[in-house]
């Protein structure tokens, strides 16, 4: 068990920027969230998968994002034209999908949007 | 729906003494709830499960939380405070879905 695996641990960015987060999860976890996490507060819910199908996406996400998990391994999280309120932790974590299973965080990407 | 509320931004207690985090919830089915605990520039880290099983469960480091029903409560509570427990504090609810709702966090706050 290698844990989950995000990269990159930081990433700045100008505002109007794409970016591209990738998390590689446990191998054999076939749920994988991912969570926005800003200063003082609990995770927010972004979107989660149950292998590579994509099952649930936050109505907080707006179309500027958007997350894929091609062959039910990594996946990975897109922000296009970035704002300055993207600004936050992005957390991925991962779960072995038998019932409501514990989740396993990654220690997250930290985007600054300047 | 599912949510949580953790009902103190902030708790202190002195080392050695008991403490309580207090977190009620909300959900239309039968709950799963979870304790994560967050350590400064560390990941977030499951403290204990609660899966319609016992209702009290006993989780790592000392910790327990009771699940009661009647109160929609699910308070973490540890005998005796140790200084490594200053940290954030997770109250989690899994409902209809399998996605899992974070409340606002307890930060605590461990005085020698």
């Known amino acids: 068990d290698t844990g989950v695996s995000q990269d990159p641990r930081h990433k700045i960015t100008k505002r109007g920027q794409n970016v591209t987060f990738r998390c590689d999860p446990i191998s054999e976890h076939n749920r994988l969230y991912w969570y926005r996490q800003t200063l003082g507060q609990g995770p927010e819910f972004l979107t989660y998968f149950q292998n590579e199908a994509q099952l649930e996406k936050s109505r907080l996400l707006s179309d500027r994002f958007s997350a894929e998990r091609p062959k039910g391994s990594f996946s990975t999280l897109e922000i296009q034209r970035t704002e300055q309120g993207d600004s936050a932790m992005y957390l991925c974590?991962?779960?072995?999908?038998?019932?409501?299973?514990?989740?396993?965080f990654g220690n997250g990407t930290r985007l600054t949007v300047t | 729906a599912q949510s949580v509320t953790q009902l103190d931004s902030h708790v202190s207690v002195s080392e050695g003494t008991p403490v309580l985090l207090r977190c009620n919830y909300s959900?239309?089915?039968?709950?799963?709830l979870f304790w994560y605990v967050q350590h400064p520039n560390k990941g977030l880290q499951l403290l204990l499960k609660?899966?319609?099983?016992?209702?009290l469960v006993k989780g790592i480091n000392g910790f327990e939380a009771e699940f009661k029903k009647s109160e929609t409560s699910f308070h973490l509570t540890k005998p005796s405070a140790h200084m490594s427990d200053a940290a954030e504090y997770f109250c989690?609810?899994?409902?209809?879905?399998?996605?899992?709702?974070f409340g606002s966090g307890t930060r605590l706050l461990v005085r020698p």
């Open positions: 959900s239309s089915y039968s709950p799963s």
């Open positions: 974590a991962s779960s072995a999908g038998q019932g409501h299973s514990p989740l396993h």
């Open positions: 989690v609810v899994s409902g209809g879905s399998y996605k899992l709702i």
């Open positions: 609660y899966t319609s099983a016992a209702t």
